[in-house]
């Protein structure tokens, strides 16, 4: 997670945090940085103007000022696009054309660099219908989400269908579902060449800090007739 989308985060787990607040070492935890990381963050956020206490001491920690806590809707593009996934896998679900219905309101109310943000994410993931199967654990699956809203070269430990053990560095492109597992899509800059890296076979990963430039759609292929992307109706 990128520094601004920890800010945001912060933020808002405070506020569902209410009186109670967080720890240093609690939200350190949580983000999986240091808690010196998250004294810094707290003080950008406070010098920016945001509402936040900060308690020294035995019980101590932060926690929102006031009782106001309740911004207007703000999400990040991940979230929206996790909201549109769900919807998506489960579309014939009780309640999601109501659900679809909220999303595209709050899709309306976005600013245009956001939503454009949000369009493209969304098109670097989709979903065939059949929705069950394994994924990578937590923190493998941020490090590839990173890498793909940030264009960021991944490296990967992965493991195929064989047992065999090997190291890549790849250029993640899309996420898609399909065969009952989740894939990275990526160019592999070891094998020059496209691959697909089932999620639940990689044992590692780590942001690499290097960018690259998108390559061409074509040059992955056009999905199965039967996939959609989350945006899909």
């Known amino acids: ?3 601004p989308a920890r800010l945001h985060a912060l933020t808002e787990e405070l506020r569902r945090a209410g009186d109670r607040g967080r720890t240093a070492e609690q939200l350190a935890a949580q983000f999986e940085v240091t ?3 998250i004294k810094r963050d707290i003080a950008v956020l406070q010098s920016s103007g945001a509402a936040i206490r900060a308690t020294a001491g035995p019980g101590g920690g932060y926690g929102i000022i006031g009782n106001g806590t309740l911004p207007p809707v703000n999400f990040t593009p991940a979230q929206a696009v996790s909201v549109a996934l769900a919807l998506t896998a489960f579309r014939d679900a009780p309640f999601a054309t109501d659900g679809r219905a909220a999303l595209a ?3 309306d109310v976005m600013d245009t660099e956001s939503r454009e943000r949000v369009e493209r994410l969304g ?5 065939r219908r059949d ?3 394994g994924s990578a654990e937590p923190r493998i699956r941020r490090v590839v989400e990173d890498g793909l809203q940030r264009e960021l070269m991944v490296s990967l430990r992965y493991v195929d269908r064989d047992g065999g053990r090997t190291e890549r560095v790849v250029e993640p492109h899309l996420l898609a579902h399909t065969r009952g597992s989740w894939f990275l899509v990526a160019w592999c800059v070891s094998r020059a060449g496209v691959r697909w ?3 639940d076979r990689v044992s590692d990963a780590t942001l690499t800090g290097r960018s690259f430039v998108p390559r061409d759609p074509d040059l992955f292929g056009e999905p199965p007739a039967d996939a959609r992307t ?3 109706r």
């Open 123 to 127: 098109a670097k993931v989709w979903i």
């Open 1 to 3: 997670m990128d520094r």
């Open 197 to 199: 890296f089932r999620l």
């Open 230 to 232: 989350v945006f899909d």
């Open 131 to 133: 929705t069950t199967g």
């Open 35 to 37: 808690a010196r990381t």
């Open 105 to 107: 309101k709050l899709l």
